[in-house]
């Protein structure tokens, strides 16, 4: 079956650095790529998407790049703050109203 | 701004016990989740209902069942937990129709099966 890989486990960085969380899928149909973050004992909520229509998308300090050749898309976190300190989840579906298929989290840490 | 309710927030009971947790959604959303969070914070979907019809059914254990009311509410029953039963079970919702699936979860339940 599709599986998403996030690949660090736990990435930590100075404040005001970028920080870069990589996640990479198998189904080649897969079009639908949003991106969720956990604080410490918080439930999850939404912070970006991106659609294989398009290969960049910003909003904010938030990027996301999408590399359909190479099966790839990335969270990019720029002058990182305090409150970016979260798990951030990577997921797929091959269109935007069809189950979601996880990654397994990356534990972002912002060092001051 | 909290549109997602699960309750209990805590519940620990024995290994056999039956157990039952509510979630309720107040965002007019026509589908809802549970999700299973373990100890190393991986997700795992369990159930999702739209519009009161199980779309998606994991392999889940018996012991677990959804039970709808409404489009508003999906409750999750255990009818006899298990130890590795003991996880953080979210609940979500989302508008299937929409041009963006987004999810919002519930702060979720965290089990504790001694």
């Known amino acids: 079956g599709e599986k998403v890989e996030q690949h660090e486990s736990t990435l930590s960085v100075r404040e005001g650095d970028s920080a870069v969380i990589n996640c990479t899928y198998t189904?080649?149909?897969?079009?639908?790529f949003p991106w969720y973050k956990q604080e410490a004992g918080k439930s999850l909520h939404f912070v970006i998407d991106i659609r294989s229509n398009v290969d960049r998308k910003q909003s904010q300090r938030l990027i996301v790049l999408l590399d359909k050749k190479a099966k790839r898309f990335s969270l990019h976190i720029t002058a990182t703050q305090p409150e970016d300190s979260a798990i951030y989840f990577c997921?797929?579906?091959?269109?935007?109203?069809?189950?979601?298929?996880w990654g397994s989290g990356t534990k972002l840490i912002i060092k001051p | 701004e909290t549109a997602v309710f699960q309750t209990p927030n805590y519940h620990v009971t024995q290994v056999g016990n039956e157990v039952s947790f509510n979630c309720k959604q107040t965002?007019?959303?026509?589908?809802m989740y549970w999700y299973k969070q373990d100890s190393k914070k991986l997700l795992k979907i369990m159930f999702s209902y739209n519009n009161k019809q199980l779309i998606v059914n994991e392999t889940v254990p018996r012991r677990f069942s959804p039970q709808s009311s409404d489009k508003a509410h999906l409750n999750l029953r255990i009818k006899s937990v298990e130890p590795e039963d003991s996880a953080v079970y979210l609940c979500?919702?989302?508008?299937?129709?929409?041009?963006?699936?987004?999810?919002?979860f519930g702060a979720g339940t965290r089990l504790s099966v001694l």
């Open positions: 997921a797929a579906s091959i269109r935007s109203n069809y189950q979601l298929i």
């Open positions: 189904d080649t149909a897969s079009s639908y």
């Open positions: 965002l007019g959303h026509d589908t």
């Open positions: 979500a919702s989302s508008s299937w129709g929409s041009s963006q699936n987004t999810l919002y």
